[in-house]
């Protein structure tokens, strides 16, 4: 079912609901958001606009960012607007702007 979604968004025929719950998905599965020993996660929200992805939250690396940009367009996103920030420090971002 998922290669299935994965090749429609790709086509474009996915519904913005559809590619953001898509997206979504992919980050919650990927490994490599997670947070110091497993104790929390990074933020990341998905916004999808006509097939444009609009990312927003906090991530711990510049490499996170990047990949969450790459994941956002692997899965069929037309465009990406990647507004994630780096956390200071390390932290999660919790009150940080």
Request: without cysteine; hydrophobic residues 40%.
């Amino acid at each position: 079912m998922r290669a299935e979604a994965i090749r429609r968004a790709k086509t474009g025929m996915l519904h913005d609901d559809e590619l953001q719950h898509l997206i979504l998905e992919r980050i919650e599965e990927d490994g490599s958001f997670a947070v110091a020993a497993g104790r929390g996660r990074t933020v990341i929200n998905v916004q999808v606009s006509d097939g444009e992805v609009t990312l927003t939250g906090v991530v711990r690396t510049a490499a996170d960012r990047r990949r969450a940009d790459l994941l956002a367009r692997a899965m069929g996103a037309a465009g990406v607007e990647n507004q994630l920030r780096i956390a200071e420090d390390g932290a999660t971002g919790k009150g940080k702007k």
